[in-house]
């Protein structure tokens, strides 16, 4: 997953050309537990970074998901809306949230790679 990068709210996102996929990082699920509900933002819409583009409820918590850059929301992923435990299992690869047309790929130069992420979310679940 080299071409993937992480935000500090524990999502990641992977860009494939002007699209960008976003989910929640198999950190983020293990802190949440068993997930029960998702939201995830209407096709069409338009995120900012940094803005809400969700909710994930799980049996401990609700939480926020963020999206780590602007664009426009082109695909959701009903799968999950329809099964939130899949999120569970397969985070960061079946279980991705939401596809946006990005706006600015800049965005994604203050973002972390995966070793970076992983030493961030280690320091932070202590």
């Known amino acids: 997953m080299s071409d993937v990068k992480f ?3 524990h999502e990641w996102i992977k860009l ?3 699209t960008a996929i976003i989910g ?3 950190h983020a ?3 949440l537990g068993d997930i029960v509900f998702v939201e995830l ?3 069409g819409s338009s995120v900012e970074k940094n803005g809400n583009a969700g909710v994930v409820e799980s049996t401990k918590a609700a939480s926020d998901v963020y999206t780590p850059v602007s664009g426009q929301v082109i695909e959701c992923n009903q ?3 329809d ?4 999120i569970n299992s397969d985070p960061e690869n079946q279980a991705w949230f939401f596809k946006l047309k990005i706006k600015d790929k800049s965005e994604m130069n203050n973002l972390m790679d995966k070793e970076q992420y992983d030493k961030f979310a ?3 679940s202590k």
């Open 79 to 81: 799968s999950i809306v």
């Open 24 to 26: 929640i990082t198999k």
């Open 41 to 43: 933002p209407e096709k």
């Open 16 to 18: 494939e050309g002007d």
């Open 83 to 86: 099964d939130p435990s899949k």
């Open 122 to 124: 280690k320091e932070s």
């Open 29 to 31: 699920t293990e802190m």
């Open 7 to 9: 935000s500090k709210e």
